[in-house]
């Protein structure tokens, strides 16, 4: 192995038994402690290309990171918290505010692997994005995508859940592109959202974000996400094959079942997904999981973490991002992370970092 790899042998920052992902290989598989943050590596890729096509020499960049610019040719998963740290050094050394946004236009169908087949040969384009909300985690363990329908009106969310990571904005912008470019592959290449929502600051210049979404952007939100007619998720996919579907949907299921199981990530996520949708309960998380909320509080005592600890953790990661990339008021924060007022979420955070939401938040804007 080449020198350059020695920083990735802790598990943290890469696994290289994926090229399931990207391939579908049918290989056994030696998965092992897989880490619970990870990300496919296609968005590494093309954040290199990208910096190469800008006349910008990447290897200063990728080492700021702590990875290789040719990581790609050797690994197929890095951590999440990498990705996300590496598109923000790419991003200021650029120049370039909407640099998550040029690299999620890079992703197709055919960058999701074996779940890209999967939505590719889906019955309807619901089925396909409940395919890929579903499996998502195979993708990219740091994030969720959750599927849901009000009326009629259908919301597809990105969140993020890792406490602790650089980039989120970034992230995110990243996501909802992807998302969009697969509906455009389901739907046909003049497909439009009725209404983007992306959880940033809003940028000097907008024009990136309204000339690829072709849609209303909506800067300063609390979650990304794409809007759309909820009869959309009716429409049939073009070609779709009941036997590759089939064939597909087998080996995903091998892969997962072959991934040791994580407590405190599947957790994190649906706490995630209860702030999303406004409530968050350890009984009801424990009910998602299919367990007595006492059967959830030792299986997460024995990975060394409690249900309080993870929900709060989770909290912090969001107030985090909302206050650095938001100019979303306290009150409007608190209330997202269902606080019963200003002055309890001010006394959280004070706990949880040792200053106050206001005072963290101008020095994150001074630095």
Request: aromatic share 8%.
């Amino acid at each position: 192995m080449p020198s350059y790899m020695s920083p990735f042998r802790d598990k943290k920052n890469f696994q290289r038994p994926h090229d399931y992902l990207s391939r579908g290989s049918t290989r056994s598989l030696s998965i092992g402690s897989m880490p619970y943050n990870f990300v496919h590596v296609h968005s590494i890729q093309s954040v290199c290309d990208i910096l190469l096509e800008m006349g910008i020499d990447p290897d200063s960049i990728f080492e700021k990171a702590g990875t290789h610019a040719q990581i790609f040719e050797t690994v197929e998963a890095v951590s999440f918290a990498m990705l996300g740290r590496l598109t923000a050094l790419a991003a200021e050394q650029a120049g370039c505010a909407h640099f998550g946004l040029l690299v999620g236009q890079r992703a197709t169908l055919a960058s999701l692997g074996l779940i890209g087949t999967l939505m590719r040969h889906s019955d309807t384009v619901g089925d396909a994005l409940q395919a890929l909300a579903t499996h998502h985690d195979l993708l990219n363990r740091g994030a969720m995508i959750e599927l849901i329908v009000d009326g009629g009106v259908a919301t597809v969310s990105y969140a993020p859940y890792e406490p602790e990571t650089d980039g989120v904005a970034l992230h995110c912008e990243r996501a909802v592109a992807t998302l969009t470019n697969v509906l455009r592959s389901l739907c046909g290449a003049r497909w439009n959202p009725d209404e983007v929502l992306l959880p940033r600051l809003h940028p000097s210049d907008s024009t990136p974000y309204t000339g690829f979404f072709r849609a209303p952007v909506r800067f300063e939100q609390e979650f990304a996400a794409l809007v759309f007619p909820a009869r959309l998720l009716r429409r049939s996919v073009d070609g779709a094959d009941p036997l590759i579907r089939a064939s597909v949907e087998g080996r995903i299921r091998q892969f997962e079942a072959a991934i040791p199981p994580d407590v405190t990530d599947e957790v994190r996520r649906r706490v995630r997904s209860r702030i999303v949708q406004n409530r968050i309960e350890k009984d009801q998380v424990a009910q998602t999981l299919a367990i007595h909320q006492r059967t959830l509080g030792r299986r997460l005592k024995a990975e060394g973490t409690t249900f309080r600890s993870i929900a709060n953790q989770t909290r912090l990661g969001i107030a985090k991002q909302l206050l650095a990339d938001t100019e979303m008021s306290l009150a409007q924060i608190s209330s997202v992370l269902e606080f019963s007022e200003p002055a309890a979420f001010t006394h959280a955070f004070r706990r949880w970092t040792g200053t106050t939401p206001s005072t963290w938040r101008k020095e994150q804007r001074a630095k």
